[in-house]
Nanobody, 123 residues
Framework: QVHLVESGGGLVQAGGSLRLSCTAS????????MGWFRHAPGKEREFVAS????????DYADSVKGRFTISRDNAKNTLYLQMSSLKPEDTAVYYC????????????????WGQGTQVTVPS
């Protein structure tokens, strides 16, 4: 059974940084494209970033480009999201997800999901 467990969320002041982690088990991590999505209150869940199986290709939502960095450690079965220059509009529950094709940004293209970790940036 696939388990994706996010950690590292919390409360951070605007302009601050956080690093989210997602530890995977029950799947061959290195063959999966991985992504981060977020769900803010009153909004649809949205794509944040994705990374190819080898980590050589990355993709970002325009809203986080230049501020967030996605990375992975296949030896540790772990996905990361380094978030910097955080803004109140980054407040959301952040989810990691596993998919099979790099490029698509729709929820339906990712088959396995974690439970999420809350990130709060007060205004």
């Amino acid at each position: 059974q696939v388990h994706l467990v996010e950690s590292g969320g919390g409360l951070v002041q605007a302009g601050g940084s956080l690093r989210l982690s997602c530890t995977a088990s029950g799947l061959t991590f290195r063959v999966y494209v991985m992504g981060w999505f977020r769900h803010a209150p009153g909004k649809e869940r949205e794509f944040v970033a994705s990374i190819s199986t080898s980590g050589t290709r990355t993709d970002y939502a325009d809203s986080v480009k230049g501020r967030f960095t996605i990375s992975r450690d296949n030896a540790k079965n772990t996905l990361y999201l380094q978030m910097s220059s955080l803004k109140p509009e980054d407040t959301a529950v952040y989810y990691c997800a596993a998919g099979v094709v790099f490029g698509p940004k729709r929820e339906g293209d990712f088959g396995s999901w974690g439970q999420g970790t809350q990130v709060t940036v007060p205004s």
